[in-house]
């Protein structure tokens, strides 16, 4: 019985653990971790959760310790890249949070102005895979120099003439002085799974997660919209809300005025709300939607 839980590696701490342990308790998990905890056993599905460094998850399920793992696409890339034989794990979803990219960043006002002038010089990374792959395609010639943290410091130690790491906010670059020159890898957290074929019990639990996950994260952006209108200005309303193609329109107990009813699947601003009054609407309701299933 135990051998058919399926196991899942996350990132023990860092930007994408917590949205990771959200987007499960969205699925109905209830995760108990206390901290220093690596392991935690859910009651609701057949399903163990590891807590691993974010390296370590692309490998984890690529040798079979665990079945599914949630990591950033930019340590699965680099992992994918240096591992390219044997590697074992592929992409089961894209779920979408943790933007970020993996960029190319020289000094502020530095010798070095467009992608060309990286000929010759040295740029200090924690993706070197990733970063010599760009630059063969690019035809340029240059070193890379591995450092697995502090990287945005190396230009201003003189170690490096240039950095590739991730930018998120931007925070970190405007800090060192330094300016990002290109895009490597544009990143975001992927559901993975080991490429084995697993029994069908297991299949069955991916499956459940899987299609819990879709709702969870349909869910987040989608609002349900009510609305009241005049009946002639349905038509210009539903184009007017945001990933909706058929409300529903409910009669009032007032000539030609109807009830608009509408899941909206993608984020309501005040913008549309101003656009929805401008044609006629009123008494507009956005209200937050819990679950929902394709
Ligand atoms: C990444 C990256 C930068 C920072 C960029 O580090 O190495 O330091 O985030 O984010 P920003 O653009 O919002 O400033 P991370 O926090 O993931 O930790 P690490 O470098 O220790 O792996
Ligand atoms: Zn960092």
Same mark, same amino acid.
């Given at each position: 019985?135990?051998?058919?839980?399926?196991?899942?590696?996350?990132?023990?701490?860092?930007?994408?653990?917590?949205?990771?342990?959200?987007?499960?308790?969205?699925?109905?998990?209830?995760?108990?971790?206390?901290?220093?905890?690596?392991?935690?056993?859910?009651?609701?599905?057949?399903?163990?959760?590891?807590?691993?460094?974010?390296?370590?998850?692309?490998?984890?399920?690529?040798?079979?310790?665990?079945?599914?793992?949630?990591?950033?696409?930019?340590?699965?890339?680099?992992?994918?890249?240096?591992?390219?034989?044997?590697?074992?794990?592929?992409?089961?979803?894209?779920?979408?949070?943790?933007?970020?990219?993996?960029?190319?960043?020289?000094?502020?006002?530095?010798?070095? /102005?467009? #992608?060309?002038?990286? $000929?010759?010089?040295?740029?200090?990374?924690?993706?070197?895979? %990733? *970063?010599? &792959?760009?630059?063969?395609?690019?035809?340029?010639?240059?070193?890379?120099?591995?450092?697995?943290?502090?990287?945005?410091?190396?230009?201003?130690?003189?170690?490096?003439?240039?950095?590739?790491?991730?930018?998120?906010?931007?925070?970190?670059?405007?800090?060192?002085?330094?300016?990002?020159?290109?895009?490597?890898?544009?990143?975001?957290?992927?559901?993975?799974?080991?490429?084995?074929?697993?029994?069908?019990?297991?299949?069955?639990?991916?499956?459940?997660?899987?299609?819990?996950?879709?709702?969870?994260?349909?869910?987040?952006?989608? /609002?349900? #919209?009510?609305?009241? $209108?005049?009946?002639?200005?349905?038509?210009?309303?539903?184009? %007017? *809300?945001? &990933?909706?193609?058929?409300?529903?329109?409910?009669?009032?107990?007032?000539?030609?005025?109807?009830?608009?009813?509408?899941?909206?699947?993608?984020?309501?601003?005040?913008?549309?709300?101003?656009?929805?009054?401008?044609?006629?609407?009123?008494?507009?309701?956005?209200?937050?939607?819990?679950?929902?299933?394709?």
């Amino acid at each position: 019985m135990t051998s058919e839980r399926i196991r899942i590696a996350l990132q023990k701490s860092g930007r994408m653990a917590e949205d990771s342990l959200s987007l499960l308790k969205n699925c109905g998990l209830h995760i108990d971790r206390s901290k220093d905890q690596l392991f935690c056993r859910v009651k609701e599905l057949p399903i163990d959760l590891l807590f691993i460094r974010d390296d370590d998850i692309p490998g984890f399920v690529s040798n079979g310790i665990c079945d599914l793992g949630i990591v950033g696409e930019n340590v699965f890339a680099e992992t994918h890249a240096a591992e390219s034989e044997g590697f074992a794990a592929s992409v089961l979803e894209r779920l979408g949070f943790s933007l970020c990219r993996l960029s190319i960043a020289v000094p502020e006002n530095g010798a070095i /102005k467009g #992608i060309a002038d990286l $000929a010759g010089k040295t740029l200090a990374t924690s993706y070197p895979h %990733l *970063l010599r &792959g760009f630059l063969k395609q690019q035809n340029i010639e240059a070193n890379t120099l591995l450092m697995t943290g502090s990287v945005e410091v190396a230009p201003r130690l003189k170690i490096a003439d240039a950095i590739c790491d991730i930018v998120a906010s931007g925070t970190t670059l405007t800090a060192n002085n330094l300016r990002e020159l290109t895009v490597v890898l544009k990143s975001e957290a992927l559901l993975i799974r080991g490429t084995q074929q697993f029994s069908p019990e297991k299949e069955a639990t991916i499956h459940r997660l899987l299609s819990r996950m879709r709702g969870a994260l349909m869910a987040q952006d989608s /609002k349900y #919209i009510i609305l009241n $209108a005049p009946r002639s200005a349905v038509a210009e309303i539903t184009q %007017l *809300l945001p &990933g909706c193609d058929s409300p529903t329109v409910m009669d009032l107990n007032k000539e030609d005025m109807v009830a608009v009813h509408a899941v909206c699947k993608e984020a309501v601003f005040w913008e549309t709300m101003e656009k929805l009054q401008s044609v006629g609407a009123s008494a507009i309701l956005v209200v937050p939607i819990e679950k929902m299933t394709a």
